[in-house]
């Protein structure tokens, strides 16, 4: 890692990282996973949501925001019962199919970073696979009792978040990219995650407190607008990581090879 930093320093490098451009990926991954991503988990949270916030608290958790940050969330959506009262079969289906936009911006972002040209159309199937599985895994996460009451929980969600993230650009990247070369990637996605969660109890989450005094529910709406960019550049950068420790792997093994 020291090595790959070393030759950033000097200027190798820079070329993937430019041609990506991080920061319009994050924020079209931001505006299109409010529009289209957290709309239908809110449906599918308010499903099994029981006595409790709904995907308010799912966003708190996930957030990991103080109780005064949280209550400011729970302002911006509707409870569980409002949402399964006013939801219909077609609104669920025109929200799925607009949801699979978002996997779309994802693959584009994973085929950038590995210098890959477009799927062709006929692999729109795996976003349908892919949301598929997102939504489940943070549905389960949501719902199931293990995560909040077993102590092995933050080793085990570690592992799962490797697992999916490590699974999810070999799918979206239709096999093109070894497993080995992605799995750098997928434990640098989620290590980022879990720094952003960290820095998100320091930051976002007074911020959200703050600025719906402020501003209003809107200014809350900011600061989550903001948390989900941050989210796309830990996604897109960390799979950006994950390449660069590989080329740098491969060039130290191809080294090796002729020195031998």
């Not at 903001?226 to 420790?245: E, I, K, N, Q, S």
């Not at 060039?251 to 090879?257: I, K, L, Q, T």
Request: glycine share 14%; charged share 15%; proline share 3%.
């Amino acid at each position: 890692m020291r090595s790959v930093i070393r030759r950033l320093r000097a200027g190798h490098r820079w070329g993937a990282i430019s041609e990506l451009d991080l920061w319009q990926r994050s924020l079209g991954f931001a505006a299109l996973g409010f529009l289209t991503l957290v709309p239908l988990l809110i449906v599918v949270s308010a499903a099994g949501a029981g006595g409790g916030k709904g995907f308010a608290q799912w966003l708190g958790d996930g957030i990991g925001v103080s109780e005064a940050a949280r209550v400011e969330i729970e302002r911006l959506f509707a409870l569980p019962g409002q949402v399964r009262r006013t939801t219909t079969a077609f609104g669920l289906a025109l929200l799925a199919v607009f949801g699979l936009s978002f996997g779309t911006v994802v693959q584009s972002g994973y085929e950038k970073v590995w210098g890959l040209p477009p799927a062709r159309w006929w692999a729109r199937w795996r976003h349908v696979v892919w949301l598929a599985v997102l939504i489940g895994v943070l549905y389960l996460f949501a719902v199931s009792p293990f995560w909040r009451e077993n102590p092995a929980s933050g080793v085990v969600s570690l592992v799962c978040g490797i697992l999916f993230f490590w699974w999810s650009q070999r799918l979206l990247l239709g096999g093109r990219v070894r497993w080995m070369a992605l799995l750098p990637g997928a434990v640098a996605t989620v290590l980022g995650l879990l720094g952003l969660r960290i820095f998100s109890r320091l930051v976002f989450s007074p911020l959200i407190a703050s600025s719906a005094v402020t501003y209003g529910p809107f200014g809350a709406f900011l600061v989550i607008q903001t948390w989900l960019v941050a989210v796309g550049v830990v996604v897109f950068g960390g799979a950006l990581t994950g390449r660069l420790v590989d080329s740098e792997l491969s060039r130290r093994f191809a080294g090796r090879d002729v020195g031998e």
